[in-house]
Structures are given as C-alpha cells and as structure tokens.
C-alpha cells in the first residue's frame, strides 16, 4: 500500500503551519472572493498567499488554491486578473468546479494543475473518465459514496489521483449545494456566503394543532405507517418566531435539520487499502487546535494502516474532545456491524477532553504561561498536545500573571502559569472531562 496524503483546511497562515507540524502533508486554502469560505479567511491577501505556499512546499507539503465558486457573469470579468498573481505563487494545483472557470484557467495557464471539487458532485468512474479527458488530474469525490462505490471507481480509473473527504461538516443538502441561507438571508452558500442555516436552533410544532386536523402534509401511504407520520410538521427558528415553516419527512428522513459531522478515522484502513491518493479534513474557518488535533489524530491512523496495525480506539476519544454535533461514519457503510458500533461508541465517549489553552512561553522562573480558551482548575487532570508527542498530568499547582497561587484559570482572556517541562512553546492544553 502506498501512503495516502493527508491534507488539512487553512484559514490563517497560523494554521496551515500548525497542520503540518502536527502531520498534514498538505495544506488547501482558498481566496476569499473565489472560493467557498468568505469568512475566517487571511488568504484574501495575495502576500499571506505567497507566504503560506512558501512556507508549504519548504517544509516538502504541498499547498492547494481553492477556487470551486460557481460564478455569476460579474465574476468572469476579474477572474483572469484576480488569478494571475495567484498562479505566479505556483501553487501544486488549483481545486476547481465550474467548467467554465476551468476552461478561462486551461487557455490563460495550460501547465497549471487542477483538481476537481467535491462541489462538482462525482459519484461514478464514467465521470472521473470525462474529467481526466479534458485535463483534470485529481477528482475529489462526491461525500454521498459508499466504500464499496469508491472501491469500484478506484479499480475502474486507476491513472486518475482520488480524493476524498474523512472528517468534518456535512451538508443537508447535496455536498454543499444548498439554498437554505440564500431563503433566510439572501446570502448564497455556492457564492461562498453561507451563514450556515441548517445549524440554527429549530422548534418542531405539530401542524394539525395551527393548521387544522382535516390538513395533511402527504398522501395516505399504501403501506402501513406510523399514525403520527402523515400529520404535517412545522418548524420555528429561534430568532424569527412566529414564521412558521412547513417540513416533511420520507423513508430517508428530514432535508433542513441539521447533520452530525463526519468522522471517519474508523475507516482509514480500508481507504488505504482501496488506493486513495489524499484523505482531506474539512474546516477551513475552523481554529488551530481543532487542525492540530485532527491532524494529529488523522496521522497516526495513516501510519498504523500502513504498517498493519488496527485503529488505536484512542483516537476517537481525542476527535470526541472537538466541538463537533455528535459524528456519523456519513454515507461511508451503510450498516456498521453492531460490535463495531459499540466498540467506536465506547471508546469514543471515555476520555474526552475540552481545549482549555495556549502554551505560549514560558517565564522566568521556567513555568508554562497559558493563554486560557475555557476553565481549568488545581487538581484537573490535563494533556498538553505537542508535535513531538503528547504527555497527561495533574495540575498541582497555578499562578496568575503577578506569580500568586490561585485555585482555577476562569476562562478566555485570562493567562495564568502552569509548571511543565521545558521545550513545549506552541503546544495546546485539553482538560479531560
């Protein structure tokens, strides 16, 4: 087996370096006006570009332009302009969807490479065969696939790179192609501007209590249901009450609530068998730590694959300590085997932990000083993830920035010191929970 990629999201040039040092081996980040994440998003800066890719390729990583908008006809006009400094940075390739873009980048920069987004929605091997043939050297493919439908498209086009995602938000819609923002706020998620609707908080009423019993949402069903099933259903968002909205549901669920996240570490082995080039993280507006910890967790699981060795069920207890809405393996297996869910679900609610801080130096009397993110009090037990390995301990003692002894950090805004070996600057501190 070979060695797949594992590329992780930047927004900030703070985060493509803590990626790599934590086991990416590439990086992808996207221009702002042209890609899907507007906000959290440094790269808008052609010189903080230039400085990520720099940095990238010096340390042997490679560093991906996401440039996957559907644009309207404005858009076209700058497109080349906006580009060409972009594409004098040599990035290793740009990540694409709309064929017309493609088209305006093949004639201007025929030697630059292009992957193809998931945006584009590639779920079969006639596809990825179409795309190679007008130039495309990577297809990153559809999240909707099953392993086996991966494993097929893999044995079908094998001089074609193929990625694919394995942590990270899932669309309600399909693979990003959603309209539900636009609706609230006139903001479109395919121009980048997502404000991310299907997350908000929703109330579910029961429709027949405001719309009337004699209404139904669907038709009598030929086979026997629920009797709660054909009654309709409204939904109300926490900041707009009173609009009520109707929702229904079929034998696949509901299409506006929201969706967990994806995890699929437990599933590295057999994409590494199956022969996928690059593994990709997604969170682009997310921060440091979260990279630090996917990658981190990501590559040890690579590692092990390769050599042979079974998931460390440590790892999910580690993605567990992420703000996340609780993880799904996606469209990945269809039916986990009920020892294997258990398994997962048992070692991933044991050990989880909460970022509480920043390592950021240390003082003269040699004591970590922490830049706190959440409370940690004397007696917590905690692990400080650093590159070079990560150590647990409890903390015995505290200080504040005077050098007093105090009980507990409070929270964010706060810096206290903690006494921890040297050489540890850069490091993240979780509290066990």
């Not at 409890?394 to 105090?406: C, E, K, S, V, Y």
Request: overall charge negative; some cysteine.
């Amino acid at each position: 087996m070979r060695t797949p990629e594992l590329l992780a999201p930047a927004g900030s040039l703070r985060m493509a370096q803590t990626a790599l040092a934590y086991g990416a081996t590439a990086i992808y980040a996207g221009q702002p006006r042209y890609s899907l994440r507007v906000r959290n998003n440094e790269f808008g800066r052609v010189e903080k570009l230039a400085e990520g890719i720099a940095a990238t390729q010096a340390q042997g990583g490679k560093f991906y332009v996401v440039s996957n908008i559907f644009p309207r006809n404005a858009k076209l006009k700058t497109y080349l302009a906006d580009m060409a400094p972009v594409v004098a940075l040599k990035p290793d390739a740009l990540i694409m969807a709309d064929p017309g873009l493609m088209l305006m980048i093949r004639e201007q920069w025929p030697e630059t490479p292009i992957h193809l987004s998931v945006q584009a929605n590639t779920v079969n091997h006639a596809a990825v065969r179409f795309w190679r043939s007008v130039g495309v050297s990577r297809v990153i493919l559809s999240r909707e696939l099953s392993l086996d439908e991966v494993a097929e498209i893999r044995q079908e086009c094998p001089d074609t790179e193929l990625e694919v995602f394995v942590h990270g938000a899932l669309c309600v819609a399909y693979s990003g192609r959603c309209l539900l923002s636009g609706y609230f706020n006139h903001r479109d998620p395919n121009q980048g501007t997502c404000t991310n609707s299907c997350r908000w908080d929703y109330k579910v009423l029961p429709g027949n209590e405001i719309l009337g019993a004699t209404q139904t949402s669907l038709p009598p069903a030929d086979e026997p249901r629920h009797p709660l099933a054909d009654e309709p259903y409204l939904i109300e968002e926490a900041t707009r009450p009173g609009q009520l909205m109707p929702i229904e549901e079929d034998e696949h669920g509901t299409y506006i609530l929201n969706s967990k996240d994806l995890r699929a570490i437990e599933h590295v082995q057999r994409l590494t068998e199956i022969g996928i080039d690059s593994l990709k993280i997604e969170g682009r507006t997310k921060s440091p730590y979260y990279v630090a910890r996917t990658a981190q967790a990501y590559r040890a699981a690579i590692d092990d694959a390769i050599a042979g060795r079974p998931l460390n069920p440590r790892l999910l207890g580690d993605l567990e300590g992420l703000a996340n809405r609780g993880y799904t393996g996606g469209f990945y297996e269809r039916h986990p085997d009920r020892d294997h869910q258990n398994y997962l679900r048992g070692h991933s609610e044991s050990d989880r932990s909460l970022y509480v801080g920043d390592l950021t130096g240390y003082n003269a009397d040699g004591w970590a000083e922490i830049e706190v993110k959440n409370k940690f009090s004397v007696g917590d037990r905690i692990e400080v993830i650093h590159p070079a390995g990560n150590r647990e301990l409890t903390i015995a003692a505290l200080r504040n920035h005077d050098g007093g002894a105090i009980d507990c950090a409070p929270g964010n805004g706060h810096r206290v010191a903690l006494e921890l070996p040297p050489g540890l600057e850069g490091a993240f501190v979780a509290r066990f929970v």
